[in-house]
Every structure is written in structure tokens, then in C-alpha cells.
């Protein structure tokens, strides 16, 4: 079957797809990420207009049962009915023989069953199914579903986006708004940066004065403008929850030992003794670092990673390590000069090893595993080596632009597993077009376009024994920018659907042009429902 991209007319004039030609339209039109095998039949499917009665459903299947109740109503108007005749017969399944979040989907002669490895796999089915009804317009229509069967899993297993309220706080609700529109496309790890100079976004109930002075960047603002706030612990169980019952796992970062400002507001004490007196206020960074040498340093983080692990079930806690600026701090500080001749250290970056030495035995004894940004020897090629020694049960993120080959390389022979945030192709603060700059906070930033972000190979075309330590796949939404969810979405939108598919989909089976013909009708979906999202109107051509 021919699939053309739809014209963005489509698109803009009343988001009706009446004027595109209908071998447009089947059950894959609309499926991103698109999946590992897609047969359409042109035998019966299932005709929704007599409801639907479930069969079976595992009885650890109520939330995905409640889903596709959810689906069914919203996209055919159709209700559940018990009485067998002139209803489609409805199965959800786990199958334990197949990958975890690996599941099929089967549409054939009026029934519908979606299996799957566990309740992951059975909602990533549910979520495909949702698309299926999105993107065929005239089944959709007439209350059917088109013969079909999925057979599909991820390429890579930890697919994250991350959201940054410690620059421009975002409130509970819009969090939960950011995660619905990510379950849709199979992402499943939500990374909330919680603490930097501009902000400390997490209640430490044994450090009150975290979030007292480091939650306010502008007091005279009030608590509700964007740099203000904090969350609760029952409000991050809540959002916990929330994404749990979508199949996302929420992880923490807390941001160390550079972009500390907002900790080192409230524990000036903390700091370096060196050339820089000037105070420290909350969003003005200064460019400090904690100071390695405090022993009250690893007692408080000791106190705020325990607090971290009894509120958030994720495996990980990332601690960043990123942009510290250490000859400045560590290297003119007078206590930590002294640290470096009794431990016989001769270069100040290497204090790190000492630092995040103590810092991981706290992590590691609260049962977790550390995440870190991974940082060479170099901030531009050419880098020849780790800033430090990284242990091997520490994930690396890279991130620096033309520095991922040479961290895959490393991580490979270092034995750490990585995730893949390349910034050339990943940052989605970044704009999607010169000249569609932010009109708040903008500084500067360079522009990554949407086919670029879909050219986005997280494999690097390297042998598949060369890329197995890659675990992963991660868009990330810095804040600076971003005064609300708003902005959030439109800056992660349609280039969050690229990543989606670069995160899921064999690279031999991507393709751009199939791509943007697929990616329309989610587009117009999310603009029916609300959500800001950039049409790409340079997209709509046929380059």
C-alpha cells in the first residue's frame, strides 16, 4: 500500500484530513513509533457499533482494562456490553513468554486481543490501538477497526524525557499532562532535574531551609510565579503514581557538586574558600561548587539521598556531575588544597573521584544506582578520556556536542552502561527552526531541526557488539526557557515523536518521508485535544 505524507492544508483548515486521498488511511497511518511488524488484512476486523464485551483480562490488567474502555468510548462512542451478540469480543492478556513491554495486537473476524509480557507490554498495545483509531479516518468513522495484527517491542529499553522545574517550576497538574502525552509514544522514564542554582524543587523534611530559601528565586513575585515553588513529598508520591499506572518510571535528579547555588543559599558554609566572596543567591550560580573537603557536605547529602530513595521507587537517582567549573573552585580552594596533598591527588579534577566516592556509598546503601553525566577530559573533540575515574555500576548520559563517539568508546571499554541524549540531536530547549526563538529567557541557543532529531541513530551505525551497552535513549527539555507546560510540549513536539520512534523502532525499518506522513495525524490529534504542538510546516514538503 502507498502511504504520502498529507499536505499540511489537511492540517490547518479545520484539522480535517477530507482532502487527502484515502490510500492515505489505514490502520498504520498513524503509528509512532512505528512498529516492528505491521500485517493489514483485507478480511473483517471488528465493527464497534454493538459495544464490546471483555472475555478475559488478567485480573492485574484493571488499570489497562479501564484504558481501553477509555480509547474505545473517546475514539468510537462505543460501551461495554456483556450481552455476547452483535458485540466485539475483547481479550487482555499477559503472556510471560514474551519480552516485557513486547505485545501483539490482533483485530480479526469482530474480535480484538492485545497480549503482551506483562502490563507493560498490554498498555504499549493499548497505546498503539489508540493510534490505529486516530489515523484511520473512515474505520474510525464507522465505528470499526480494520483487519489487522501487530507483532512489535522496543529497541531499547529505558526511553526517557526530561523535564527541568528547577529553572521554572511546573505544578503537579502540568507534570501529569507532560506524562500523558509521552505514554501515547512508548516513552517510559520521566526524568524530573529537580535540584540547580536556580532552584531546590524537593521537600527534604530533615532540611526545611532547602526548599525555605532555595524554592524562592524572587520573593516579591509570589509562590506562583514560574521560578517559584517546591514539591511536597505527596505531591511527587502523586505524580509517582500517576505515571506508575501509565507504565513510567519517574527518576530524580539532584544535581552535584556544580549547580548548587540554591543549596549554597541556604548553606553558604558549604562552599569553596576561594577568590569569589561574592554572596550567594538563588538563580546567580557564580559558577560554585560544593566544597569536597566539608564533611557536613556528605552528611547532608546523606540525609537528602535517603529522603530521595524512600520517596521515589525508581532503581536510579541522578546526581549530574556535569558542568562543574573545578580549577576555580576546588583548584583555588584552601581546604581542598590541603585535601589534595594528603590524599597525594595532583590534578583538582580528580578530587571527583574522592567526592562522588562518598556520595555513590550513600546511593548504594539506600539501594539505588547512580546516574551521571558523562564528562571527558575535554568539553570539545578532541577528548581522549573520562574527567574521572567512573565507576563501573555508574550509567553515563552523553550529551556534549561531537563528544558521544568518543563516550560510547569509553563506556564500552570502561564497562558502563549509556544512555544516549546526544545534543546535536536530543535537546529539545534547543529551537526547531531560525527564527522560532522562545520569547522568554531566550539565550541563544543553537537550532535543531525536526528532521534532524529523526536522523537520530542511537547506535551510531556501530556493530551491534559495539552498541549492546547502550541501554538507552533520552530527549531532554532544559528550563531556562520554559515558563510553563505550554511551552513545554510545544518545545518537545513533533521532535519528541522522532526520538520516540529513534528509542523504538529498528533503524532498518525508519524511514523520514514514512515518518512524516505518520506524524500529521498525531499532530493534529494533539492540537484537537489541547495540547501546544508545532506544525512543521517545513516538513510538508517533499525533500
Sequence with gaps: MKFRSMAISALMCGLSFTAVSQDVFSPRSALVPLPAEVVVSSGPGADF???????????????????????????????????????????????????????????????????GGSAAGVWNGLMTLDQILIGDVPSTAARSIAAVKITDSPRFGYRALMLDPARNFLPVEDVKRYIDRMARYKYNVLQLHLTDDEGWRM??????????????????????????????????????????????????????????????????????????????????????MLCASVDEVYTLYGDIIREVAEVFPSRYIHLGGDESVIERNWGECERDSVLMAQKGISSASQIMNHFFARILDSVRSNGKKAILWCELDNIYP??????????????????????????????????????????????????????????????????????????????????????????????????????DVNRASYMTYPRGLAIAEAAWTPVELRSWDDFRSRMWPNISAMMREGSAVRAPYEAASAE
Excluded at 63 to 92: K, P
Excluded at 261 to 281: F, G, I, Q
Excluded at 463 to 468: G, I, K, Y
Aim: aromatic share 8%; hydrophobic share 35%; with cysteine.
Design 49 to 115: 457499533r454493538g459495544g464490546y464485551s471483555i472475555l478475559s483480562a488478567d485480573s492485574s490488567l484493571a488499570g489497562e482494562a479501564a484504558e481501553l474502555g477509555r480509547i474505545l468510548y473517546l475514539r468510537l462512542g462505543a460501551e461495554r456490553n456483556e450481552a455476547e451478540e452483535g458485540s466485539v469480543r475483547v481479550s487482555l492478556a499477559v503472556d510471560p513468554s514474551m519480552g516485557r513491554e513486547a505485545y501483539q495486537l490482533v483485530c480479526a473476524g469482530g474480535t480484538l486481543d492485545i497480549k
Design 203 to 288: 521537600e527534604i523534611k530533615s532540611h526545611p531551609e532547602l526548599t525555605d530559601v532555595g524554592a524562592f528565586r524572587n520573593k516579591k513575585d509570589g509562590a506562583g510565579a514560574p521560578h517559584n515553588g517546591f514539591y511536597t513529598h505527596d505531591d511527587l508520591r502523586d505524580i509517582i503514581a500517576y505515571a506508575a499506572e501509565r507504565h513510567i518510571e519517574v527518576v530524580p535528579e539532584l544535581d552535584i557538586p556544580g549547580h548548587t547555588a540554591a543549596l549554597l543559599a541556604a548553606h553558604p558554609e558549604m562552599r569553596c574558600l576561594n577568590s569569589d566572596t561574592a554572596s550567594v543567591a538563588v538563580g546567580e550560580s557564580h559558577n560554585l
Design 382 to 483: 578532541p577528548a581522549n578520556d573520562y574527567l574521572f575515574d567512573y565507576p563501573s555500576d555508574v550509567t553515563l548520559v552523553t550529551w556534549r556536542y561531537g563528544l558521544t563517539p568518543k563516550c560510547i568508546e569509553l563506556t564500552r571499554k570502561h564497562g558502563n552502561p549509556l544512555i544516549m541524549a546526544p545534543g546535536e540531536y536530543a535537546y529539545l530547549d534547543y529551537p526547531q527552526l531560525k527564527g522560532d526563538l522562545p520569547e522568554w529567557n531566550n539565550w541563544g541557543m543553537p537550532v535543531t531541526p525536526l528532521r534532524k532529531s529523526y536522523e537520530f541513530d542511537p547506535g551510531y551505525g556501530l556493530p551491534a557488539d559495539e552498541q549492546a551497552h547502550i541501554t538507552g535513549v533520552m530527549a531532554t527539555l532544559w528550563g531556562e526557557a520554559i515558563s
